[in-house]
């Protein structure tokens, strides 16, 4: 893959954190009529996550889930390439990756989405 | 004499021929890197324990409320300063660079948007910081749903 599309998919990640985590938060106190000053109230970490699960917005959370595990994936191979010169061990750092991606894409989304809160 | 930056020589890398652009990206990387290690764990811990309950005790405990402030602190942070990168990226802020004209300093934008986001950031981390912190520590932790 070249690396102007790694990177374009490291934006898009952010961006469904950065704009889209708040929508959904907001979407949540108007749907479920959450009290703003509850919501102001309210422990973040508690919110965001728990929050998906509990109004069981499952597909919306595994969408959240999934970018977490590809923008951080992408940023610890950033970290890691910035190590490393040669070029036959950066293609072994991205199919390591991948397979990273992967596997942890799918016990991330299976742990929220499926394991009850 | 101070040597150019170069890429492959690690993270001795990001604190060397420092402008506020390069601490900020030191930052990020300190941030990015703090996050990825509080939150990938986590589904392997409720995988291996087939629940959500221990991990969410641990948090309710003080090291647990801890890590999870530095967490909600760098996240913000990230966040804020992953939207100024995305700006300058694709063109939205642009300005023109300076270079120190003997040391070989990365360059540093000067625009006045630039100089915008760059306070923007630095006043919201920490005012909207200390309120996430304050709020991951003693905030309600159940949800009040008016259905």
Known sequence: MRESTIRWLVHVGALIMTIGIPIAVA??????????????????????????????????????????????????????????????????????????????????????????? | MESTLESGRGFGEWFRALNIERVLAAIHKITGIYMVLWLFPRPWIVIITGHWSSLLAFDMTPIGKFLAALFVLSFLFHGLNGLRILLIEYGIIS?????????PL??????????????????????????????????????VMGV
């Open chain 2, 95 to 103: 300005g023109w660079p300076v270079r120190h004209p003997i040391k």
């Open chain 2, 106 to 143: 990365p360059a540093l934008r000067v625009s006045r948007f630039h100089r915008v986001a760059l306070l923007l950031i630095i006043v919201i981390t920490i005012i909207g910081g200390a309120y996430a912190i304050y709020l991951t520590v003693y905030g309600l932790t159940h949800l």
């Open chain 1, 27 to 117: 979407a949540l106190a108007i749907v479920h009529r959450m009290p703003f000053m509850d919501l102001m109230r309210t422990n973040p970490l508690l919110i965001i996550p728990y929050a998906f699960v509990y109004v069981g917005w499952g597909a919306v959370w595994a969408v959240i889930a999934a970018d977490w595990v590809w923008h951080g994936s992408l940023g610890i191979r950033r970290f890691v390439e910035e190590f490393v010169n040669d070029p036959k061990l950066r293609r072994i750092i991205n199919i390591l990756i991948l397979i990273f991606i992967i596997v942890e894409g799918f016990v991330m989304v299976y742990s929220l989405v499926f394991v009850p809160a």
